[in-house]
């Protein structure tokens, strides 16, 4: 999985063709920003509120939840397999994560997506 800041600054297609030649499948989670390199195993899209979506096609679209200027129903016409919502981490996190799961409930076609290791303190 290639995520943290933006991969797709760093990953290119000599290195994706390095990596598969290793036998490795290549997993990304990207803000959305920037075209899609040849050769991505899984695309995960996860856009950020006011910057501009160039990815609209992927296996996932996640949407860390709630985001000012950022409406979830607003991307259901793109073309991913899954749609997840995210709670965003931080001192709102319980109702963040209420929130998600009175979205889902009411939007069945998104599903939940939780950061496990963060409910369970795990550093």
Not at 29 to 34: A, D, F, L, R, S
């Amino acid at each position: 999985m290639c995520t943290g800041g933006e991969p797709l600054l760093q990953l290119d297609r000599p290195l994706i063709e390095a990596l598969h030649a290793r036998g490795f499948e290549i997993a990304i989670e990207t803000n959305g920003t920037i075209a899609l390199p040849p050769g991505l195993d899984w695309v995960c899209v996860s856009p950020k509120a006011g910057a501009p979506l160039v990815v609209t096609a992927g296996d996932e679209l996640k949407l860390v939840v709630p985001q000012p200027g950022l409406d979830p129903i607003a991307f259901e016409g793109l073309d991913f397999h899954r749609f997840s919502v995210q709670p965003m981490d931080g001192p709102e996190r319980a109702g963040n994560t209420e929130w998600a799961i009175r979205f889902c409930l009411a939007h069945p076609r998104w599903q939940l997506s939780l950061q496990t290791h963060k409910m369970t303190g795990i550093r």
